[in-house]
């Protein structure tokens, strides 16, 4: 299975791009959200200021037609009393104006010397003018212009006044004035409307900002939002200054600042919320891409094949050591089915039965099988299954680890050969102790034959020298007795020569007795070389074993060889030798006692090694080839001390009864 990496080096490339880009865009959204309601609150303020300013402007414009609307009533009387004076109606039309003008506190009509002629009105002080309107009065004389004085302190000195001089001409020559007096407080009282004074304090002040009059229906102004303008009369330099009592935009209480910094510390929150799960995103990827890249590299240094298939039997993944042990690229292997190419032909019946218990959910966890290699080449494998299952404990599918045992299998074949050989070598080495002992054994019969003969031929050499006739009947028991000695001679030959054959082991029904029979006069050979005395129980019904006869022998001939040699330096009439057998639990028990000298527990341990060995010729090869004799039987040879002094070996193989 191919794993996609991502480069790491191109991805840390990108690191510092992939971050500066919202980086900037959150300092510029901070940077919008810290000007926004800074901006909403200018431009609140701006459209107070010029709220204040327009309004400004109307209220002069109201003082500017009160005061000309005022200045027609006089300019109108005044014509009268250019004319003929109304001497009569006089204090009624005074009491008209001031009715018609609250802003009015006094009219009078002087003459050319500023001398009273006639008047109506409070505070007025004594008929005499204040100096600031007796200069104006003198102005408007010269320069035959109606003008207003500058403000003036009342009499009563709580009002400030100012007076409009109209002058009057009779026949083209100056005939005094018509003075009105205004009170500039009530002038504001009048003309400013109760809205506007609510929301600002209106003063007049004159050219020195000395406040004149106020008006300040909510109280004084903040000083924040304030205006100033002329006041345009004639003759008199006066400014309206309006003062807000509104103080500057608050920027909480600001329901579109309020929402925007909610929304905007709403969007913060969540775009920190976002960048930490990426940041723990990208850190879990890190790990994940870490961990595919030591499992990719562990996977491609098993010299273990890992197969994967899925619930169907289709090849999901296969690793590296895998596509060696069958030659194949992984491209030809994932995704297919059963047949798959690596099937050896001669198998496929077996690969068929196991992979339809594979199908029906057995698997045999462990087995051994063969594939075929792409070039033909026969692999013996050792198979391990076990169920894949995903995260969630669904079985998904089988992961299979596979071992290349070719090479155990090599080495087993040669170490059956080596044993094979060590049996021949064994055997042969024990034949040539047993030839030498046969020599001798083999003078005594052909000793006797040789003395029976010669004793024959004697005879008959007697019989031709005297010309008697020779009874038969005298050579007869001689001739009997060499052919006696004759027929041992020869089944000792025979024995020796069976046992020597180097033959495959080949297994048959094997009779213990027949067995011991059948090897009885070679081993006698031995325990008549050192006066032993052999005894053999074996019962009639003793059930056969499936064995390889010769191989059996062997072993009999060696355990009986080392009962005798173990009692050769033992008193002479404790030199027995038992062969005893016997069948208890499908087993036949054959055992070989001895009375000799026992064996040491250091000796015990060893005793099985090979080349292990206590004699002074001895090769010590006797009861390792025993052992393995009787375990490739599937019997086991064991040992142990005998109760009446010496040993007990003894061996038992399954009986076939
Ligand atoms: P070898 O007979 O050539 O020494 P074996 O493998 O047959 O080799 O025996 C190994 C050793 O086990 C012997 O040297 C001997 O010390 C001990 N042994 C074997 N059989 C007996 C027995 N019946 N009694 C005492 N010792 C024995």
Not at 133 to 153: G, H, I, P, Q, V
Not at 416 to 439: V, W
């Amino acid at each position: 299975m191919k794993i996609p990496f991502v480069h790491a080096a191109p991805h840390h490339l990108r690191w510092p791009l992939r971050f500066l880009l919202p980086a900037v865009l959150v300092l510029l959204f901070v940077a919008v959200l810290i000007w926004l309601p800074w901006q909403a609150r200018e431009m609140e303020s701006n459209e107070r200021q010029e709220q204040l300013i327009a309004d400004t402007l109307w209220v002069e414009q109201a003082v500017r037609f009160e005061l000309s609307r005022s200045e027609d009533a006089l300019a109108s009387l005044g014509n009268e009393l250019a004319a003929q004076p109304p001497a009569d109606k006089l204090q009624a039309r005074f009491a008209q104006l001031l009715n018609n003008g609250h802003e009015l506190r006094a009219v009078r009509w002087l003459d050319a010397q500023a001398g009273t002629l006639a008047e109506r009105g409070a505070d007025v002080a004594a008929g005499a003018l204040s100096a600031t309107s007796r200069n104006a009065w003198e102005l408007a004389r010269d320069t035959r212009k109606a003008r207003y004085s500058d403000a003036y302190a009342a009499a009563s000195g709580r009002a400030s006044l100012v007076d409009y001089h109209l002058p009057l001409y009779r026949n083209g020559r100056f005939a005094g004035t018509l003075t009105a007096t205004y009170d500039l407080k009530l002038l504001l009282d009048e003309t400013v409307p109760w809205w506007f004074a609510q929301d600002n304090a209106i003063s007049l002040v004159d050219r020195d900002d000395r406040n004149l009059a106020t008006r300040a229906a909510a109280g004084p102004g903040r000083g924040v939002y304030t205006h100033k303008r002329a006041l345009d009369l004639p003759g008199a330099t006066m400014f309206l200054a309006t003062d807000s009592v509104k103080g500057p935009p608050r920027l909480l209480p600001n329901l579109l600042v309020g929402s925007v910094i909610a929304l905007a510390l709403g969007l913060l929150a969540s775009l920190a919320a976002l960048w930490r799960h990426i940041a723990r995103r990208l850190a879990a990827e890190g790990a994940l891409r870490q961990q595919m890249a030591f499992r990719t590299a562990m996977e491609n240094s098993l010299v273990t094949g890992l197969r994967a298939r899925d619930l169907e039997g289709r090849v999901t993944y296969v690793n590296p050591a895998f596509c060696q042990i069958v030659g194949l690229p992984p491209e030809e292997l994932v995704g297919k089915a059963p047949p798959m190419a690596y099937w050896a032909p001669e198998a496929m019946a077996d690969y068929q039965q196991r992979f339809a218990s594979v199908l029906a959910g057995n698997v045999t966890p462990q087995f051994e099988t063969i594939f075929q290699r792409s070039d033909g080449v026969r692999v013996p494998v050792l198979i391990f299954e076990a169920p894949l299952v995903d995260s969630e404990g669904r079985q998904t599918g089988w992961m299979g680890s596979i071992l290349d045992i070719s090479d155990r299998k090599n080495a087993e074949e040669l170490a059956r050969q080596q044993q094979e050989k060590l049996h021949a070598s064994a055997r042969l080495a024990t034949m040539g102790e047993i030839s030498s002992m046969l020599a001798h054994e083999l003078n005594q019969p052909l000793a006797a034959i040789s003395s029976y003969t010669t004793g024959a031929l004697n005879m008959l050499g007697r019989s031709s020298d005297t010309g008697a006739a020779l009874d038969p009947a005298v050579l007869k028991p001689a001739l009997e007795q060499a052919s006696v000695q004759a027929r041992r001679a020869g089944q000792i030959i025979r024995s020796v020569h069976e046992f020597v054959k180097k033959r495959e082991p080949e297994r048959q029904p094997v009779d213990i007795a027949a067995l011991v029979e059948g090897i009885r006069t070679l081993i006698e050979l031995q325990a008549n070389k050192h006066f032993v005395a052999i005894q053999t129980a074996i019962p009639a019904d003793l059930p056969a074993v499936s064995a390889d006869r010769m191989m059996l022998e062997q072993v009999l001939l060696n355990l009986t060889r080392n009962a005798i040699e173990a009692m050769q330096d033992i008193v002479p009439e404790r030199r027995v030798l038992r062969i005893v057998a016997a069948h208890e639990a499908g087993q036949v028990m054959v055992s070989v006692i001895d009375q000799g000298h026992g064996i040491a527990p250091e000796v015990a341990e060893r005793l099985f090694s090979p080349f292990f060995s206590t004699k002074a010729e001895g090769m010590g090869m006797g009861l390792s080839i025993c052992r393995t004799a009787i375990e490739f039987h599937g019997g086991t040879l064991t040992h142990a001390d005998n109760p009446g002094g010496g040993t007990i070996f003894r061996f038992s193989l399954p009986s076939q009864a």
